[in-house]
């Protein structure tokens, strides 16, 4: 008999890990990442072709994380891309190296 996986153990936050952003347990493939990569037309199975070390099990384990949390997760992704721009800008402006 098959051990089953209680999908509550698939999506993980480590403080020091991906920023403490939620990620497939395992590895450093973001919520974020899953949910970006489905919106520009990716197929689950073309991004577990890509990340082998991934499952189809987590990839819609992430995206079941982020439509259960859709308001969080898109405020999250919204400030963490407003930190990058305001980064490169940084960087750009030579405040940063």
């Known amino acids: 008999m098959q051990t089953l996986t209680d999908i509550g153990t698939m999506i993980v936050r480590t403080p020091r890990t991906c920023g403490g952003r ?3 347990a ?3 493939i973001t919520v974020q ?3 970006n990569e489905i919106k520009a037309g990716v197929t689950p199975e073309e991004i577990v072709e890509d990340k082998p070390h991934l499952t189809l099990a987590g990839i819609y384990t992430a995206l079941a994380y982020y439509y259960a949390n859709k308001a969080a997760m898109d405020a999250e992704f ?3 891309e407003e930190e990058c721009r ?3 800008a ?3 402006a030579g405040k940063l190296s």
């Open 90 to 92: 940084e960087y750009k």
């Open 26 to 28: 395992g590895s450093r």
């Open 86 to 88: 305001r980064l490169e």
């Open 78 to 80: 919204a400030a963490y």
């Open 33 to 35: 990442f899953v949910v």
């Open 22 to 24: 939620p990620r497939i």
